[in-house]
């Protein structure tokens, strides 16, 4: 597609359950990030894809949170058992790797909501 | 301490008035510096790049680095209302993932 596309845009859930959040990069982008973004607090580096290297897993703030990229494209962020600490906009963003200092394209978010 | 520090505001400003925007950094490896732009309910949109020390200008913005000071600063010239927005400044090394700013929230009022 023409741009980054997230999906759902918008997920409230209770407490304890888990979740997905899909997201679908600019075709030939093969680098790929997640960014969490809370109230105040700026973008937060989750996860950073690129190609078929081992992901860099940095940001992830707990063993609850996990994403994979299936064949170089989709990503899936789970976060399993969410606490209401987790609510926040999840962000995804491509980049043509080689061309990553002049920035990424990002998504629209998913906000999600847990109650 | 973080490594981008951007202060939150809001900055409110009436219309027409020039607005400056600002960053300081503390890692000297950073040599790419951009500016974002974000709507309310959408995702950060590139709207500046500058490579190293120095201006860019385009249209009503310009963009400044002084790495020696560690500090990037963001001009818009003639604010409108459609500026309303924050803005974050996020920086590079080139070969690592981008650092982030929190945003500065900007209110420009008719």
């Known amino acids: 597609g023409a741009g980054v596309s997230q999906s759902p845009s918008n997920k409230v859930t209770e407490k304890g359950k888990d979740v997905e959040l899909r997201c679908d990069p600019i075709s030939g982008h093969t680098a790929l990030y997640w960014y969490r973004q809370s109230l105040g607090q700026g973008l937060e580096f989750l996860i950073y894809f690129q190609g078929n290297s081992a992901p860099d897993k940095s940001g992830l703030p707990s063993d609850r949170f996990s994403a994979e990229r299936t064949g170089g494209s989709v990503s899936t962020l789970t976060i399993q058992r969410t606490q209401q600490e987790d609510s926040a906009v999840y962000l995804c963003a491509s980049s043509l790797v080689k061309l990553l200092q002049v920035g990424y394209t990002f998504g629209s978010g998913t906000r999600l909501t847990v109650v | 301490q973080k490594e981008v520090e951007q202060d939150p505001g809001p900055l409110s400003v009436p219309e027409g008035a020039i607005v400056s925007l600002n960053c300081t950094y503390s890692?000297?490896?950073?040599?790419?510096f951009m500016w974002y732009r974000q709507y309310s309910r959408k995702g950060p949109e590139l709207l500046m790049y500058t490579y190293s020390s120095g201006n860019k200008e385009d249209g009503r913005f310009t963009a400044q680095v002084d790495k020696s000071s560690k500090y990037i600063s963001l001009f818009i010239r003639d604010s409108q209302p459609s500026d309303s927005a924050t803005y974050l400044c996020?920086?590079?090394?080139?070969?690592?993932?981008?650092?982030f700013g929190t945003g500065t929230r900007l209110l420009v009022s008719p």
């Open positions: 890692n000297s490896a950073f040599q790419y």
């Open positions: 996020a920086m590079s090394d080139g070969f690592q993932k981008l650092v």
